[in-house]
């Protein structure tokens, strides 16, 4: 059997605890699971992770946080301690990435290049890094990789948003309720993957959001 090494960041790639156990429980039908390093773990964030962390004696790394926009969001801890790894523990047969937005084509290439098997998850989203791993592997669950919003595309989201809440709010029809709760669950999820590096005029635009939320929650 394979022996696999999990390098995983809870915080930029979204990973929730049902989607994190059920990743453990792919990775284990596959192989020994011999490592496991979890980024962007926050005690007070990530309350519910800490049992199982402790549980299997897994590694964590605290959030790390960015004052440039324009930053990548990959964690760049991840490549620092896959180059180890392929140094320090050669038993390690094969590596799965679940990581944020960035560029792992250099690292996953090296890997390939000294035999490494490499896995991911199966995801909505086709990033970058896809057409490197030798697997992906789907989940039990629904996974969706975040994407990061640009300014364009939140200006045109706050724009269709506002139509639909003025629509709404101005309908006495039976379905309107319906059409309240559906989009109050599409604002929610748009501000629950609000990075923490925004810009003001970014930020401005979120709290636009936010206020077409609570209307509607009135």
Do not use: W
Request: hydrophobic content about 35%.
């Amino acid at each position: 059997m394979n022996n696999v090494a999990l390098l995983i960041d809870i915080d930029n790639a979204k990973v929730s605890l049902p989607v994190f156990e059920d990743i453990l429980k792919q990775i284990k039908e596959k192989g020994n699971l011999i490592y496991c390093k979890v980024y962007g773990f926050n005690e007070r964030k990530h309350i519910k992770f800490d049992e199982v962390i402790e549980k299997y004696g897994f590694d964590s790394a605290p959030t790390m946080r960015y004052k440039k926009r324009a930053k990548s969001q990959l964690d760049m801890r991840i490549i620092i301690d896959a180059v180890k790894m392929f140094y320090t523990m050669p038993h390690i047969d094969t590596y799965c990435f679940i990581a944020g937005d960035g560029d792992l084509v250099p690292l996953l290439s090296y890997l390939k290049a000294g035999g490494k098997r490499l896995i991911t998850v199966s995801s909505d989203v086709i990033d970058g890094n896809d057409h490197m791993f030798d697997e992906k592997f789907k989940l039990s669950i629904q996974y969706t990789r975040p994407v990061k919003l640009s300014k364009k595309q939140l200006n045109e989201k706050l724009k269709a948003l506002s139509e639909r809440t003025t629509k709404i709010m101005s309908s006495k029809s039976k379905s309107s309720k319906a059409e309240r709760e559906k989009l109050i669950q599409e604002l929610e999820a748009i501000l629950n993957e609000k990075p923490d590096d925004v810009e003001d005029d970014e930020q401005a635009l979120y709290e636009s959001l936010q206020s077409l939320l609570e209307i509607l929650k009135i």
